[in-house]
């Protein structure tokens, strides 16, 4: 039976509050995409990091796979400000992480990641929605995606940013907290981005500033997460890394085996990575590297092959592992599995909290 807030919110395009987290990289790709959609769920594929050509294949993959509406997120291009003292001496820093893997770090490059032509590439074959991160797109581009009957999802934290988002024009907004796995989707890369608010706080703040229906992103795994994100005045929630360990995730083998190592005990937000903060499960690679400047893409670009070659290694301690703080709930289960289990968990602990659910 379809949630009518959700059906409100996405016009059909989901049956159940639950939506899938575009996690760039490789995790959403077609077939976890494809699963969550025909468990009722709103699936998102990650355009970010991918070619406009990846991605159309991606897209034609998922909708074999799969009748189901689902969405694609793209990342915001924000103007860089970086520090170049600071970057070369990261640069330096990084060497040695070089020499022990034996590869080259990658240039400083600053990009859009094609952000131009995968706005026309979903104009011209569009999906049922596009979320956008790290910044709100402009209203122009807003008007093209509507105009091709897409829905607009912007990822804010602020109510700042809520404020924005709103006025480009967009349909909902997916509010993060910082217990979400992976980037952080503040607009501006400051020192603030590495204190960002907890869900709770962040869906206070942005409800005060827009009456656009709410998405709750950030440490969500359990039935009774859900019932607090609703009553917090979340239409939806959005999980992640409750779906990393997912039989149709593209998770990397070495990603999926440190979700359930002892060793790796909790998570932190690094910029070590990517120039740009992201929670991830804390390994040696983020303790021994603590002071990355703000430079994204720059430090994306230049780490690149550090992150490749870790992946080709086995190397856990000098992998990007993105996840949230309930990491240690993902479950090697079929996606269709985790996300029914989800909504029968929030079902049963709404009705012992306020009655039977809507």
């Known amino acids: 039976m379809a949630d009518p807030d959700v059906d409100a919110l996405f016009a059909g395009t989901a049956d159940v509050p639950v939506i899938a987290a575009p996690m760039a990289g490789g995790p959403s790709g077609p077939d976890l995409v494809a699963a969550v959609a025909d468990a009722g769920a709103l699936g998102f594929l990650a355009a970010g990091y991918r070619s406009v050509d990846v991605l159309a294949t991606e897209i034609e993959r998922t909708r074999a796979l799969s009748g189901a509406p689902f969405g694609v997120n793209v990342f915001v291009p924000a103007p860089s400000v970086v520090d170049r003292a600071a970057l070369d001496a990261y640069i330096a820093e990084l060497a040695p992480e070089a020499e022990r893997l034996g590869v080259h770090l990658g240039e400083p490059l600053e990009d859009d990641d094609g952000y131009a032509a995968k706005i026309e590439a979903l104009e011209a074959d569009p999906v049922a ?13 807003v008007r093209r995606l509507h105009a091709v009957g897409t829905r607009i999802v912007v990822t804010v934290t602020t109510a700042e940013e809520a404020t924005a988002a709103t006025a480009a024009g967009a349909d909902a907004l997916c509010v993060q907290g910082s217990e979400a796995g992976g980037h ?14 907890r869900l709770r706080d962040a869906l206070a703040a942005v409800r005060g500033a827009s009456d656009l229906p709410l998405v709750a992103a950030g440490g969500v795994a ?55 903060p992201a929670r991830g499960i804390r390994n040696r690679f983020m303790v021994d590297h603590p002071t990355a400047p703000a430079a994204y893409p ?56 306020t009655g039977p659910a809507a």
Do not use: K
Not at 239 to 261: F, K, M, W
């Open 184 to 197: 952080h989707g503040r607009f501006v890369n400051d020192d603030a981005a590495l204190a960002p608010a």
């Open 222 to 276: 359990t039935g009774d997460h859900v019932v607090a994100a609703r009553r917090a005045g979340a239409v939806a929630v959005q999980i992640g890394t409750a779906l990393l360990a997912a039989s149709e995730a593209g998770t990397h083998p070495t990603h999926r085996a440190a979700l359930v190592d002892p060793r790796f005990d909790a998570t932190m937000l690094t910029r070590a990575f990517t120039g740009r």
């Open 129 to 141: 929605v596009v979320s956008f991160t790290f910044g709100a797109p402009d209203a122009a581009v």
């Open 298 to 353: 720059q430090i994306h670009h230049v780490t690149r092959p550090l992150r490749a070659a870790a992946a080709a290694q086995g190397s856990a301690d000098a992998l990007h592992l993105w996840a949230g703080i309930e990491y240690r709930r993902a479950r090697a289960e079929p996606a269709g599995v985790i996300v029914r289990r989800l909504v029968d968990e929030w079902r049963t602990a709404s009705e012992a909290d």
